[in-house]
């Protein structure tokens, strides 16, 4: 939108000037004419990465950027045929205003910061020094050149100063190309940190450079004074400190304007860009580095902006961010080989074209190889040859150079024409063959790689533990390095920064650790989902006719969770005995049906706001679907928690019930379902769970603070804590009783009507000799955020009266099915002190699906139901903790 | 000092000198450090783990000797071992050295984390662990912690072990697993810390 609104032509002129009587339509080119072009050839672009990407090979082998270039070339050729005029070309202005600030932006904003502050000495080295060194090297060696005559042309009019101007605009490692060669190469992160880093940070060095020697050559070498370059020194330091500060600043801004955009979630993406161009076009005005600005502005605001904004905004604004950045690295990459059709602008000098190649090339490596050297005598990871090679190698030049030589002016820099034509050049040279050539290179040198495994909880706390480590040794030694300013940097930021700028409901739940985690989980979470979460596979029992997308993804960790949990349906391992095919697989298909089928509950009312997005009706079912597949997960998770097993995602529910190993029960603690199995293999012990009997206390404080936290609402979230308790099951346990007995989490499906008329339920009897129970509470601890967003449908279910003092206190109930009830009154026991239905609640209620007949007997509890359900359920004296809890009275 | 035996040849007389004042300064002139000592370390006081820090400088294991358990105080030339853990990579170092040279790294870290000299790191030892790393965070709870701890250890014993067999029982984390789990993750470019510009040393006293 902006690039458009700032395309329009100014004086749109009117329409034709004497109108013969009324028109029915009209001919309004001249008023479309700008955006109208911008559009096309954004689309004209896009279209292009299309037809690239049709095939892997070319793209594989030829970077994105070498393709635009030659099809700018194609296009502008085309053009010039047609119109017999370069009618097109990269304008500075544009570039500088509205091509350049989103990728910079989207550079800076995920830019891995502490990669980026790890190595930040390296950076500045070879962005300062290295950026000095080459412009006055490269300057000096061309007018060198120049004075040796070699340059025949005589156009080449240009004195020491005119080739240090070009110098300085020529020797500027560029961030677009970087970014755009070095992204497909895939080098070791610190070695594309430093690169990346470099061609970042050296713009206030070119820009101060660019500005001094333009002002010189406008002044003329005769009246140059010592103060002029002691001003230019000065210069530097205030245009790369200044635009830092800018930079900031308005991070500072942003962060602190996020805190408060909760009611207003939807323009919250918005922010994010506008005062980061804003920080841009500040820093520009007083002419300080506007690229340093965003950069900064980006890098710094983060961490504060993600923790604010919701879930939906942070997808927004990385989407429209790599968007935005991507067709405008389109844009200037195909308008780079438009532009280089305009030959009314060239002027060729070979000396001086193979001069600057050769100068560059020669220039970057030995600057590189000499700070290198001495770097390394400072860092704690040297930069080995190889690294050298490629950093030498990758110094791209790009647009940059061309904007900055095209923004010359003609009438003082006499030799333009010449410096143009050597810059498009350099510019091509550098993005096709340096760019086609390095993939092949770092392939050749072995270049070390960087592993793109996925992060793992161990790494993050290993890795915190290391942080943790080096502060303290660095304390004890009394050496006040990086480790112990990055230590006191966080210290810092903990106690006043973060306070300020996040939000409370965030803040209090900020911690690095804990983000893996949860992140981990809701991957897991999505890609169990993504599976359509069929814990009952249909192989398992047999069944091949049994549609299941499952089977299309075989190496998944449900399936491996499937294979190994051998005990993944309770309720065969219950009246596993014998059992004909047939009703077996009747039974199966039941369950089968039952759990995967959707069935709509909750009807919404339509609704349209412009302000906020109401979850549309697709979503609410995905989270139906999610919730049931959740449901189902616990279920997996309860029959083979006893072993550890290699599934991560069991690994991540957060499974605390366990029964206690000392029942003072005679009935041993294991489960009822449990002592059927003949070897006793469904009741394994894994001495480090058992070592932690587990007791969830939320504490009430947490609770108090909840409910008085206003800001809580939808960044809530859920854990699942469970606590074992063992206590008898009476035979009676009274609808309002809390002795709340069971299993964690499980739910096993519905028994179908024959298996409870069939003849081996007569094995009731066996197992009725067990009483076994257990409790388990699914608490709510904190766990924010995205939970919420997945689940967040969850949150209505049973939250008992009692809790509703703290109203924003999210529960997540599991829906109970019990096993096999044989009366009316041990239905009522098997609910939580959550879930008391009297049955005529339940008969009446409209989620009541099941097969069972006569409702009293079999009952399943659907978590939206329970909501509904909610106001009669009588309040218990504990409500807090028990939300789930299921019974097995056998 | 004696130039100790164990430290590497790669520091030079001039840190050694560094150290042996602020093992001095530590020790209020002393032969020995006590675990009282690193009380007056301002700067440590923040740090939350620094109980398992403190812990490994008097841990026996980490001294190379050949007894177990905790020593009640250590001397310089044990100070300048445990600092040995932590010096950087040489240029120079082939391959074997490399190696040998992460294990030791590693094995510091796994001392650390389990601390009743077993062998094992379990849950339990995991989930202390894990609870001090996030006690600076008044607000999360110990819960928290502990499902992280768990998920962990799930995550530990699925990368150690595979899939384990359902009878199977993972105890706790070995150092072999420790170090699987450290495949591919450069340890040498983590755990060190540059002693060189010892001139900026802070005086705390």
């Given amino acids: 939108g902006e690039r458009l609104g700032a395309m329009q032509p100014p004086a749109a002129s009117p329409g034709p000037a004497a109108p013969a009587g009324a028109e029915l339509l009209r001919w309004q080119w001249r008023e479309v004419q700008g955006p109208c072009l911008v559009a096309a050839w954004i689309l004209v672009a896009s279209l292009a990465k299309i037809v690239f990407h049709l095939s892997r090979k070319v793209t594989s082998i030829v970077p994105e950027s070498c393709l635009l270039i030659l099809l700018g070339l194609g296009l502008g050729g085309i053009v010039l045929a047609v119109a017999k005029k370069a009618e097109y070309q990269l304008e500075p202005n544009m570039f500088f205003l509205f091509l350049l600030p989103p990728i910079v932006l989207d550079s800076g904003y995920f830019m891995p910061s502490r990669l980026f502050f790890d190595n930040i000495g390296a950076i500045l080295t070879y962005a300062v020094v290295g950026t000095l060194w080459n412009s006055f090297t490269t300057g000096a060696a061309l007018w060198g050149l120049h004075r040796a005559g070699l340059m025949a042309d005589p156009g080449v009019e240009a004195g020491l100063m005119d080739f240090l101007l070009f110098g300085s605009l020529i020797s500027a490692v560029d961030p677009v190309a970087v970014l755009a060669v070095f992204e497909e190469v895939h080098v070791n992160e610190t070695l594309f940190i430093i690169v990346f880093g470099e061609s970042l940070l050296n713009d206030a060095v070119t820009v101060v450079l660019y500005k001094v020697f333009n002002s010189f050559v406008e002044l003329g070498p005769a009246h140059i004074h010592a103060t002029d370059y002691v001003k230019g020194v000065a210069s530097f330091f205030l245009v790369s400190l200044g635009g830092t500060a800018v930079g900031l600043l308005f991070a500072f801004l942003l962060a602190l304007i996020t805190r408060f955009t909760k009611r207003v979630r939807i323009i919250e993406p918005l922010f994010v860009f506008l005062l980061a161009y804003i920080a841009y076009l500040a820093a520009e005005m007083v002419s300080l580095s506007s690229i340093l600005a965003v950069t900064f502005c980006g890098i710094c605001c983060k961490k504060y902006v993600e923790a604010n904004i919701s879930q939906k905004s942070r997808t927004t604004v990385k989407y429209t961010m790599k968007t935005l950045a991507s067709s405008s690295e389109t844009i200037i990459f195909m308008f780079l080989g438009i532009s280089a059709v305009d030959t009314s602008k060239w002027a060729w000098d070979t000396a001086l074209v193979l001069g600057t190649l050769f100068f560059i090339l020669l220039f970057r490596a030995v600057g590189v190889v000499l700070q290198t050297c001495v770097l390394n005598r400072f860092r704690l990871i040297p930069l080995d040859r190889i690294d050298q090679v490629v950093m030498s190698y990758g110094g791209l030049r790009g647009a940059v150079a061309f904007a900055l030589v095209i923004l010359l002016d003609r009438a003082k820099v006499k030799a333009k024409d010449y410096f143009v034509a050597t810059t498009i050049v350099v510019v091509f040279f550098t993005v096709i063959v340096q760019g086609l050539t390095i993939k092949p290179l770092v392939t050749w040198l072995k270049v070390k790689r960087s592993d793109h495994h996925k992060p793992t909880l161990n790494e993050e706390l290993h890795e915190h533990a290391f942080d943790h480590i080096l502060a303290a040794v660095e304390d004890i030694v009394g050496h006040h390095g990086y480790h112990y300013w990055r230590d006191k940097w966080e210290q810092f930021d903990k106690k006043y920064l973060s306070q300020l700028l996040m939000r409370k409901s965030a803040y209090r739940l900020r911690d690095e650790i804990w983000d893996v985690y949860y992140k981990l989980n809701i991957r897991d979470a999505i890609s169990f989902v993504d599976q359509g979460g069929h814990v009952l596979s249909a192989a398992k029992l047999a069944l091949p006719s049994m549609p299941s997308r499952t089977s299309m993804s075989e190496s998944s960790v449900t399936n491996l969770l499937r294979e190994s949990g051998s005990g993944a349906c309770l309720d065969l391992q219950v009246i596993d005995t014998v059992r004909s095919r047939r009703d077996k697989e009747d039974a199966a298909m039941h369950h089968v049906l039952r759990g995967s089928l959707y069935k709509p509950r909750r009807r919404y009312k339509a609704s349209y706001s412009r302000h906020f997005i109401s979850p549309d009706k697709q979503e609410r079912q995905d989270k139906e679907i999610f919730r049931q597949n959740m449901k189902r997960r616990l279920e997996t998770f309860k029959s083979t928690k006893h072993n550890v097993c290699s599934s991560k995602s069991k690994a991540r529910l957060k499974e605390k019930g366990r029964k206690k190993a000392s029942a003072p029960q005679p009935p041993a603690p294991s489960l009822a379902l449990s002592s059927e199995a003949p070897n006793g293999k469904t009741h394994r012990s894994v001495p480090w769970q058992e070592a932690a009997p587990v007791l969830v206390m939320v504490s009430s404080e947490e609770e108090e603070s909840d409910s008085s936290e206003t800001e809580k609402e939808d960044d809530e979230g859920i854990v699942f804590i469970a606590r074992a308790t063992d206590e008898v099951l009476q035979g009676k346990t009274t609808p309002g009783s809390l002795d709340v007995c069971p299993s964690p989490c499980i739910i096993p499906p519905s028994p179908t009507l024959a298996e409870k008329e069939l003849p081996w339920k007569g094995d009731q009897a066996d197992l009725a000799v067990y009483i076994s129970s257990e409790t388990t509470k699914i608490v709510p601890v904190d766990m924010q955020k995205a939970w919420n967003q997945s689940i967040s449908s969850l949150e209505s279910i049973a939250s008992p009266p009692g809790i509703e003092s703290g109203p924003q206190h999210r529960r997540f109930a599991c829906p109970v099915l019990e096993e096999q009830p044989q009366s009316a009154s041990q239905v009522m026991s098997e609910q939580s002190s959550c879930f008391q239905f009297p049955s005529h609640v339940s008969k009446s209620s409209r989620s009541q699906s099941d097969s069972s007949p006569d409702g009293a007997e079999q009952q399943e509890l659907q978590p939206l139901m329970a909501t509904e359900e909610q106001s009669k359920v009588p309040p218990t004296t504990e409500p807090r903790w028990l939300m789930f809890n299921r019974s097995s009275h056998l | ?205």
């Avoid at chain 2, 996030?134 to 607000?139: A, E, K, Q, Y």
């Fill in chain 2, 1 to 205: 000092p004696s130039s100790p035996r164990s430290f590497p040849p790669t520091v030079t007389s001039e840190q050694i000198e560094h150290l042996h004042r602020r093992f001095k300064q530590l020790s209020r002139d002393q032969l020995t450090i006590r675990k009282e000592n690193f009380d007056s370390i301002p700067d440590l006081e923040f740090n939350p783990i620094r109980g398992k820090i403190v812990h490994a400088f008097f841990d026996k294991r980490n001294l190379r000797q050949e007894s177990d358990g905790l020593a009640d105080e250590i001397n310089f030339e044990d100070f300048l071992t445990i600092m040995s853990y932590f010096r950087p990579i040489e240029m120079n170092m082939d391959e074997e050295q490399l190696d040998r040279f992460r294990k030791e790294k590693l094995k510091f870290l796994f001392h650390m984390y389990d601390s009743d000299h077993d062998g094992k790191i379990t849950l339990q030892e995991y989930r202390n662990v894990v609870e001090e790393l996030l006690s600076g965070n008044p607000h999360l709870e110990k819960e928290s912690a502990r499902s992280i701890a768990d998920g962990a250890m799930m995550e530990a014993a699925s990368i150690c072990v595979g899939q384990m067999g359902p009878d199977q029982v993972y105890e706790g984390i070995t150092f072999e697993d420790f170090l699987k789990m450290w495949q591919g993750i450069d340890i040498e470019t983590k755990m060190h810390v540059r002693f060189l510009n010892m001139e900026t040393i802070a005086h705390c006293y």
